[in-house]
């Protein structure tokens, strides 16, 4: 499967954002998809997952209240709305395919990403 993330931009502080992970090649709407992100100078951190149903979904505590991250099954895509954007939300954002039904905050539980797509939030 191949991901491509888009969406991403410059927006400031308090503003919101809909990141798009969509899936080409094959579907990938019976896979946990995970939302990274990664800051300079900083590894890569889970931000959001959501099982294959979309019956569980997981976040980082930051962003907890903030982001909703949900999924088209009949569009092959996920989504990432990020509301009340803060600046240490800066970073690039990537999507990610688990390897299972179900996501998971372990990178490594992932086969396939996208490109990344980045998010400026100014102060």
């Known amino acids: 499967v191949q991901l491509r993330a888009s969406g991403g931009g410059l927006v400031q502080a308090g503003g919101s954002l809909r990141l798009s992970c969509a899936a080409s090649?094959?579907?990938?709407?019976?896979?946990?998809v995970g939302w990274f992100r990664q800051a300079p100078g900083k590894e890569r951190e889970f931000v959001a997952g959501?099982?294959?149903?979309?019956?569980?979904?997981t976040y980082l505590d930051s962003v907890k209240g903030r982001f909703t991250i949900s999924r088209d099954r009949t569009k092959n895509t996920v989504y990432l709305q990020m509301n009340s954007l803060k600046v240490e939300d800066t970073a690039v954002y990537y999507c990610?395919?688990?390897?299972?039904?179900?996501?998971?905050?372990?990178?490594?539980?992932?086969?396939?990403w996208g490109q990344g797509t980045l998010v400026t939030v100014s102060s």
């Open positions: 959501i099982n294959w149903n979309s019956a569980s979904t």
């Open positions: 090649r094959r579907t990938f709407s019976n896979n946990g």
């Open positions: 990610a395919s688990s390897r299972t039904a179900y996501s998971a905050p372990d990178y490594s539980q992932y086969n396939a």
